[in-house]
Structure formats: C-alpha cells, structure tokens
T-cell receptor, first 113, second 114 residues
Framework: AQTVTQSQPEMSVQEAETVTLSCTYD???????LFWYKQPPSRQMILVIR??????QNATENRFSVNFQKAAKSFSLKISDSQLGDAAMYFC??????????FGKGTRLSVIA | DTGVSQDPRHKITKRGQNVTFRCDPISEHNRLYWYRQTLGQGPEFLTYFQNEAQLEKSRLLSDRFSAERPKGSFSTLEIQRTEQGDSAMYLC????????????FGNGTRLTVT
C-alpha cells in the first residue's frame, strides 16, 4: 500500500526566511502525482502545488517550489520569503491511477514575526 | 463556482444517535470524496463516488457508515448509532474526472459525540 511520511511534526521559520518541509513516500508505481496541501486554522484544505512523476522539472508556484527526487521517493516543499499567512498545517499527498489521494500526517508550520 | 459546501459546520450528538452530513461539490466535478480527520492527523480516506457510483470504500467505513450520491450531484454521509470514537472532522472533496485532478475541499463538518 502506498504510504506518505512527513517526519517533521512541527517547523518554524522567521518571516522573510526560507523553510523546507520534508516528505517521503512509498510506491511501486511509476506513474503518479504528488501534491502539497495547506490547511490554515480555518480548516479548509487548499492546494499549494502539484508534481507529475513523469516530469523531471520541479514544480514552482510563486514562492513555493518542490524538490522532487523520484529515485529517493522524496518530495520536499520549499517556501521562500515566508509570510505570516503561510502559517498552517501542510500535508503531502500521493495519488496513482484510481487509488484515492493518500495524505501524510502533516507538518505544522509557524511563522515568527 | 461557489466551491464545495458542507452542512452542517458543526454537529453535537449523543452517543447512539444517528447523524447525516451533506456535501455539495463543485457543479462540474464528477468525483466526490469523503475523508475523516482527527486532531493532529492527516485526512483518512473513507469513500468516493464517480457520478452516482460508489467506487471504493475504506475499511474505516464500518457498517454503521453509509454514503450516497443519488443523482450524481450532492452526497450524504450517515453515521448510525454514533460512538465517541466517531468524533472527528468529516471532509468532503470533489474533483474533475481524472486521477491527477486536484481535490477541492469543503470546510468540513465537525462531529462531537458526547
């Protein structure tokens, strides 16, 4: 079964600095998709960024970028120029074929002013 | 596009009672998902629909749980004979008809069983 592991329960970053959140996953599939979701205190889950496994180029969305290492099954999220509004739970997630989206346990990010 | 809406936002019930939650997905989305999230954990998959067909159910979905999507639009999740362990946030999400389409989540229904 596919599993997603986030080894950092909590992280903190100074405002305007850069932080990297880690994620590893386990799969025997070659074609799959990876996502990072953000869940602010209001609780609605919001998509941050996604990566197709067949693409070697790392996805980027404004201040958010990923470091996708397919052989290592690693998918980390880098947040640059951190802002107070980035404070939230961040979930790494995996999907393949017709399997439902599988989430990690999350990393709580605090941003220090 | 008003997003995914869930009703109610909060539900407090006594153990043994039945509860029903509703989810209205984004109108053009064929897929609808139910997840359960407890405090400090990631969402856990419960079940999903493609149009009106329920395609997969998690082992977490005991026989006290039932979900329907009768006309391929809104969905309901019913929990019968609630237990304290059912207390959680129940999240609904919808997506377009493709495995790589991102899920769009609602605000969730927080269930407290006393």
């Amino acid at each position: 079964a596919q599993t997603v592991t986030q080894s950092q329960p909590e992280m903190s970053v100074q405002e305007a600095e850069t932080v990297t959140l880690s994620c590893t996953y386990d799969t025997s599939e070659s074609d799959y998709y990876l996502f990072w979701y953000k869940q602010p205190p209001s609780r609605q889950m919001i998509l941050v960024i996604r990566q197709e496994a067949y693409k070697q180029q790392n996805a980027t969305e404004n201040r958010f970028s990923v470091n996708f290492q397919k052989a290592a099954k690693s998918f980390s999220l880098k947040i640059s120029d951190s802002q107070l509004g980035d404070a939230a739970m961040y979930f790494c997630a995996y999907i393949s074929g017709n399997t439902p989206l599988v989430f990690g346990k999350g990393t709580r990010l605090s941003v220090i002013a | 596009d008003t997003g995914v809406s869930q009703d109610p936002r909060h539900k407090i019930t006594k153990r043994g009672q039945n509860v029903t939650f509703r989810c209205d997905p984004i109108s053009e989305h064929n897929r609808l998902y139910w997840y359960r999230q407890t405090l400090g954990q990631g969402p856990e998959f419960l079940t999903y629909f493609q149009n009106e067909a329920q395609l997969e159910k998690s082992r977490l979905l005991s026989d006290r749980f039932s979900a329907e999507r009768p006309k391929g639009s809104f969905s309901t999740l019913e929990i019968q004979r609630t237990e304290q362990g059912d207390s959680a946030m129940y999240l609904c999400a919808s997506s377009a008809d493709s495995s790589n389409s991102p899920l769009h989540f609602g605000n969730g229904t927080r269930l407290t069983v006393t």
